[in-house]
């Protein structure tokens, strides 16, 4: 989730608030070839992901709905 926060904030053209400024240049190039709502769609499937194996959803079928969101 991390990263994907950070690729919404390097889209967004706040930098300064990454968490992850080691990788600054090459997530700024990734998240350059998307859309904010594209990357919020990654973000928040990630977040959602985590909220349903902590509700014991079957790691598969969280993981998979994770992943399809993803760009």
Do not use: H, K
Request: contains cysteine; glycine residues 6%.
């Amino acid at each position: 989730t991390g990263l994907w926060r950070d690729a919404l904030l390097y889209r967004a053209g706040v930098a300064e608030q990454t968490a992850y400024p080691e990788v600054g240049t090459e997530l700024a190039a990734y998240a350059g070839q998307f859309e904010l709502p594209t990357l919020r769609r990654a973000l928040w499937a990630s977040r959602r992901c985590l909220s349903d194996l902590d509700a014991n959803i079957q790691a598969r079928v969280a993981l998979q709905a994770m992943v399809m969101q993803w760009p």
